[in-house]
């Protein structure tokens, strides 16, 4: 990963993961409200279905700005409240969700906590029905594929690469 290029590299999450070390230069277990880091020290966030999961938001995307370079990027992976499954169940894709975005409301969300949308796309598949026999069947593979073949509105995942402004 970027650390294996030279790059500090610090891996943040609300819980211990062995995984974290392999991929960071360091780890700490943080609430993302209130990342524990100075104002303008990072040049990139990644922030993996982060926003679904968080009681507020709001506040981790105004901290995301706060550490963030200007003009720092943001990639960020949120759950489509238009997939496929949440259509045709009524129920979130996940369930420690506690939101689902649409496109638009993360393209506002962003923009309304000082980002500028630089690429959007959506993407993935999750099975509605027989979800555990299927997604021990369908690995990332299929599933991309089969997402290519749903509407972009219907598919699971949004995919957001922004600008902090």
Known sequence: MLSNLGKETV?????????WSAI???????DAEHLPFQSSL???CISLLVLTE???????????HRVLNPPGRLFIQVVNRNN?????????????????????EITRLLGEH?????????????????????NGVIGTR????LGSLLPESLRSVISVYAARM
Do not use: M, Q
């Open 142 to 145: 299929e599933s991309l594929f």
């Open 11 to 19: 891996a943040l999450d609300k819980s211990t993961f062995d995984t």
């Open 114 to 134: 000082g980002f500028e949308l630089l690429h959007l796309n959506a993407w993935g598949f999750h099975s509605p029905l027989f979800t555990r026999l299927v």
């Open 42 to 44: 990072f040049d990139l």
């Open 24 to 30: 960071a230069s360091r780890f700490l277990v943080a």
């Open 54 to 64: 968080v009681e507020d938001d709001c506040r981790v995307l105004d901290e995301i």
């Open 84 to 104: 496929l499954k949440t259509k045709l169940t009524g129920k979130l894709l996940y369930e420690v969700n506690k939101r689902e975005y649409s496109t638009e």
